[in-house]
């Protein structure tokens, strides 16, 4: 299949036609890199943030998560609930 560049704002693209995004399974956010003088788009391995609210949950159940600058308190948060 042949296409050709599209401007889009300050940079150029190319549109990728809607049956292969299905068939890769691609929806939104695609990995990007040059190998061997090609442009490879790739599903992302994990999610951007997969792991955040475990490594979140753990910092609080070993008592690490205690503010650096505490008069930096945020406004409210003695009405969180964990």
């Keep these: ?48 943030r997969a792991g955040w609210a475990e490594a979140s949950r753990t910092l609080t159940g070993d008592g690490d998560d205690a503010l650096v600058w505490p008069e930096f308190a945020n406004e409210g948060d003695e009405r969180l609930k964990s």
């Design 1 to 48: 299949m042949r296409s050709t560049l599209q401007r889009v704002g300050n940079s150029q693209g190319v549109i990728i036609p809607k049956p292969i995004l299905a068939q890769l399974g691609l929806e939104r956010d695609v990995e990007i890199e040059v190998e061997n003088g090609a442009v490879v788009i790739r599903k992302p391995a994990t999610h951007v």
